[in-house]
Nanobody, 120 residues
Framework: QVQLVESGGGLVQAGGSLRLSCAVSGSILSIMDMGWYRQAPGKQRELVAGITRGGSTNYADSVKGRFTISRDTTKNTVYLQMNSLKPEDTAVYYC??????????????WGQGTQVTVSS
């Protein structure tokens, strides 16, 4: 079993910042790609940012220059630093990790989501 626990969401005014964290625990041999997704009401879940095991990153065009994804491999944790937040960033943010378990199974796993609300 693998668990992803997100934290750091909340309510912030436009222009403000938040830092999301996602800690991965359980029967893990290694963690491959990690990423943050978001889903706003009435919209599909979309990729916000991703980071490979080697540290390569990619971002949605809408957040480039404002958000930064990083990971701490010693803590099995991925972060999302969100600056210059806009009301359109309001969504539930989900962490995703591609995990290799101690039984050698490889699969994606999701966190429970954390709400980010940006007021205008």
């Amino acid at each position: 079993q693998v668990q992803l626990v997100e934290s750091g969401g909340g309510l912030v005014q436009a222009g403000g910042s938040l830092r999301l964290s996602c800690a991965v625990s359980g029967s893990i041999l290694s963690i491959m790609d990690m990423g943050w997704y978001r889903q706003a009401p009435g919209k599909q879940r979309e990729l916000v940012a991703g980071i490979t095991r080697g540290g390569s990153t990619n971002y949605a065009d809408s957040v480039k220059g404002r958000f930064t994804i990083s990971r701490d491999t010693t803590k099995n944790t991925v972060y999302l630093q969100m600056n210059s937040l806009k009301p359109e960033d309001t969504a539930v943010y989900y962490c995703n990790a591609e995990v290799v378990s101690t039984s050698r199974a490889r699969f994606g796993s999701w966190g429970q989501g954390t709400q980010v609300t940006v007021s205008s």
